[in-house]
């Protein structure tokens, strides 16, 4: 089965900074990839995805890169802010018949006023 | 647009007692997954659900653990007997028609 390891586990920036965590899995046969955050006492909540057949993808402040020769995907947070204080979990799935989705163990971002 | 809805929010119970949890996914959502997550963890599928149909249950304790999602809607997910170790919280999601999954907050479960 699909395994996806993450790193770092932890991780503290000051405010502003740049955030980078990073992701492999082992299933070729995976084409999506979502991240999701997961504040204190709530459920993850999806903040971008990206499919295998594109390398990269930008939604404001986030951004998400995938080498699917490497099968290495990254998420990246800039210009960081208290508010992005969190658990961050990367996710691989494969989308033909019924979507299985595995998670990375989590990353906590910790970013200092 | 309502959201992924849990209860009970928190559960203590002692060991070998049962319990059981409640999850309404978003209206019009066929797919529904329960996900146990052990702290420090992330997510691990126990169940996925296509309506009323079991999909994948692969990873679900089955001597101790058993899920249902009647007329195609809401699901309930039980222990029976409860052990130490499936102290976790453990989330409902449901995704409309591609792999985007919307999580509800989750039943935090002690068991001592």
């Known amino acids: 089965g699909e395994n996806v390891e993450q790193h770092p586990s932890t991780l503290s920036v000051q405010e502003g900074d740049s955030a980078v965590i990073k992701c492999t899995y082992s299933?070729?046969?995976?084409?999506?990839f979502p991240w999701y955050k997961q504040e204190l006492g709530k459920g993850p909540q999806l903040i971008i995805d990206?499919?295998?057949?594109?390398g990269e993808k930008k939604d404001q402040r986030i951004a998400v890169t995938l080498n699917k020769t490497a099968k290495h995907f990254s998420l990246h947070i800039t210009e960081t802010q208290p508010e992005d204080s969190a658990v961050y979990f990367c996710?691989?799935?494969?989308?033909?018949?019924?979507?299985?989705?595995?998670f990375g163990t989590g990353t906590k971002l910790q970013v200092i006023p | 647009e309502a959201g992924v809805a849990q209860s009970p929010r928190y559960k203590i119970i002692e060991k070998r007692q049962s319990v059981a949890f409640w999850c309404n996914p978003i209206?019009?959502?066929?797919?529904l997954y329960w996900y146990q997550q052990i702290l420090g963890q992330g997510p691990k599928l126990l169940i996925q659900f296509q309506n009323n149909g079991v999909v994948d249950d692969s990873q679900l304790p089955k001597d101790r653990f058993s899920a249902e999602r009647l007329k195609g809607v809401d699901s309930t997910l039980k222990i029976q007997p409860a052990k130490l170790e499936d102290s976790a919280v453990y989330l409902c999601?449901?995704?409309?028609?591609?792999?985007?999954?919307?999580f509800g907050q989750g039943t935090r479960l002690t068991v001592v």
């Open positions: 999601a449901s995704t409309l028609l591609g792999p985007e999954a919307f």
């Open positions: 996710a691989a799935s494969n989308s033909g018949g019924y979507q299985k989705v595995t």
């Open positions: 990206i499919r295998s057949n594109v």
């Open positions: 299933d070729s046969a995976s084409n999506y």
């Open positions: 209206s019009g959502h066929a797919t």
